[in-house]
């Protein structure tokens, strides 16, 4: 079967042993985040949000028959207006990554959930990306993004990593029955390498810094009087209360942005 593409790979015997491993942690986490709407950027022949249970669900790619025809740093919605988008292997394999996660970060809603599935450079499988005879050919031929860069660009686009696991300790063999061999591995991957998974799953949340004006001091000033013409009115023709004057000519400060 020709490989051409990252979604031919993916029906190759050893593109669906990665696809099953990932597969289950979506089907395990996204059930329980909910919003209007959701995107899924690449790979539209699968369903991998087919357990979310929001309804206005959307497949993005520039090919292969996808829900919506779009660049992933081109996107056509709105600002501010999705609340989950995945991110299966598209930093690999884009231009500049950074900035498919700017036009993320741009469209999703505050408190809106990323999940990020990406090749693992520090695994055996980046390894055959690297020095394997195939590195020339999908998907060894992408531009695997360390978890601790995706962490960095996460960071500074304001996202909090939330949850996120590794998987696949097996080694990338094509042929299925000599990687069954090495079944153990999964086994004891987690606990003795679990930095060494051929895959990490990421999930973020984006957060938005909530802001406060404080008004500038001449109008407090001007707010200050009031409230002193105001307590002397409440007691009559008398002078105010101590309580009222000291509470209504307390400095607010000056104009600034608190976050």
């Given at each position: 079967?020709?490989?051409?593409?990252?979604?031919?790979?993916?029906?190759?015997?050893?593109?669906?042993?990665?696809?099953?491993?990932?597969?289950?942690?979506?089907?395990?986490?996204?059930?329980?985040?909910?919003?209007?709407?959701?995107?899924?950027?690449?790979?539209?022949?699968?369903?991998?949000?087919?357990?979310?249970?929001?309804?206005?669900?959307?497949?993005?790619?520039?090919?292969?028959?996808?829900?919506?025809?779009?660049?992933?740093?081109?996107?056509?919605?709105?600002?501010?207006?999705?609340?989950?988008?995945?991110?299966?292997?598209?930093?690999?394999?884009?231009?500049?990554?950074?900035?498919?996660?700017?036009?993320?970060?741009?469209?999703?809603?505050?408190?809106?959930?990323?999940?990020?599935?990406?090749f693992n450079p520090w695994s055996l499988w980046g390894l055959r990306s690297s020095v394997g005879l195939s590195r020339n050919e999908v998907p060894w031929n992408g531009h695997?993004v360390s978890l601790l860069r995706v962490k960095d660009w996460l960071a500074l686009l304001g996202f909090d990593v939330s949850a996120g696991r590794l998987a696949c300790y097996?080694?990338?063999?094509?042929?299925?029955?000599?990687?069954?061999?090495?079944?153990?591995?999964?086994?004891?991957?987690?606990?003795?390498?679990?930095?060494?998974?051929?895959?990490?799953?990421?999930?973020?949340?984006?957060?938005?810094?909530?802001?406060?004006?404080?008004?500038?001091?001449?109008?407090?000033?001007?707010?200050?009087?009031?409230?002193?013409?105001?307590?002397?009115?409440?007691?009559?023709?008398?002078?105010?209360?101590?309580?009222?004057?000291?509470?209504?000519?307390?400095?607010?400060?000056?104009?600034?942005?608190?976050?």
């Amino acid at each position: 079967m020709a490989t051409n593409t990252l979604q031919d790979w993916f029906e190759t015997p050893l593109g669906q042993y990665l696809l099953e491993k990932e597969r289950a942690y979506l089907d395990d986490v996204t059930p329980d985040i909910f919003g209007f709407h959701a995107l899924q950027l690449g790979l539209p022949r699968f369903d991998l949000l087919r357990d979310n249970r929001i309804a206005h669900r959307m497949r993005v790619a520039s090919s292969d028959h996808p829900d919506v025809y779009a660049k992933c740093d081109e996107l056509p919605f709105a600002t501010q207006s999705i609340d989950l988008v995945l991110l299966p292997h598209v930093l690999e394999f884009a231009e500049q990554p950074h900035a498919v996660l700017r036009e993320v970060d741009r469209v999703m809603m505050p408190e809106g959930r990323l999940v990020i599935l990406g090749f693992n450079p520090w695994s055996l499988w980046g390894l055959r990306s690297s020095v394997g005879l195939s590195r020339n050919e999908v998907p060894w031929n992408g531009h695997f993004v360390s978890l601790l860069r995706v962490k960095d660009w996460l960071a500074l686009l304001g996202f909090d990593v939330s949850a996120g696991r590794l998987a696949c300790y097996a080694p990338p063999f094509d042929n299925e029955r000599v990687r069954r061999r090495f079944r153990f591995m999964e086994l004891a991957g987690d606990r003795w390498w679990a930095v060494g998974g051929a895959v990490y799953m990421l999930q973020a949340i984006k957060r938005v810094r909530g802001m406060r004006l404080i008004t500038p001091a001449w109008q407090e000033k001007g707010a200050r009087e009031k409230a002193v013409v105001a307590a002397a009115k409440r007691q009559g023709a008398g002078p105010a209360r101590a309580d009222d004057v000291i509470a209504a000519s307390k400095p607010a400060g000056h104009l600034r942005i608190v976050k």
